[in-house]
């Protein structure tokens, strides 16, 4: 079946430490997308790519990295620069002028 | 920045009744997309609706965009409780990026 995965579903990080979320799909989509979804909010933007090898800044990426070397795979570092990384991460990919397919999403922890 | 910005923020209804969401966004887009996301979930795509249509139905959903009030809104009629979620608007152009910005949500609760 195609779809997005994300993993894992829970994640605990501690103070200082870096971490990586994982999102994969196989829709063979060339846009993917990161967002930050903090209790009771939206969406927020981390990072955006719309092809492989390139990747855009959203709305709030300091204290995150990523990187795009396949299509199929778009992982999200959140590093010790970011202060408070206690989120809901969503995962989602599109097509051109399609939908957005989202992942489950990842809860990350700071413990 | 956010894009859409949506109102109410909650609504609470009881079941049968319909119920309305709007969404307002700043800039020309090439299409607007509803979201449904159940608590601690991903989002799940319910409808799209181009920038030269003006009313889009699917099912017990209907939306309909206003590009000169840059605007969109979500009927759902007839409730159901299994409707209770947030929902969002998203816009695939922000100043002339194609990035994906999604609105701030409408909360809705739907009594049985």
């Known amino acids: 079946d195609g779809g997005i995965t994300q993993s894992p579903k829970y994640l605990f990080r501690k103070e200082g430490q870096n971490v990586t979320l994982s999102c994969e799909q196989n829709l063979n989509h060339d846009a993917m997308y990161w967002y930050r979804q903090d209790p009771g909010q939206g969406l927020r933007l981390i990072y955006y790519s719309q092809i492989v090898n390139d990747f855009q800044k959203g709305d709030i990426a300091e204290g995150y990295s990523v990187s795009r070397e396949k299509k199929e795979s778009f992982p999200l570092t959140v590093t010790s620069a970011q202060k408070n990384p206690t989120a809901f991460y969503l995962c989602?990919?599109?097509?051109?002028?399609?939908?957005?397919?989202f992942g489950q999403g990842t809860r990350l922890t700071v413990v | 920045s956010q894009q859409g910005e949506e109102d109410p923020q909650a609504l609470s209804i009881q079941e049968g009744e319909n119920a309305t969401m709007n969404c307002s966004y700043k800039?020309?887009?090439?299409?607007l997309q509803w979201y449904r996301q159940n608590s601690g979930r991903g989002l799940v795509h319910l409808i799209l609706i181009r920038s030269n249509e003006r009313e889009k139905h699917s099912g017990r959903l209907r939306v309909t965009l206003d590009t000169s009030k840059k605007s969109s809104s979500l009927l759902i009629t007839a409730s159901r409780a299994a409707d209770t979620a947030s929902y969002f608007c998203?816009?695939?152009?922000?100043?002339?990026?194609?990035?994906?910005?999604f609105g701030t949500g409408t909360r809705l609760q739907v009594f049985p």
């Open positions: 998203a816009t695939d152009r922000s100043y002339n990026t194609d990035k994906l910005i």
């Open positions: 800039t020309s887009i090439n299409n």
């Open positions: 989602a990919s599109t097509g051109a002028n399609t939908e957005a397919f």
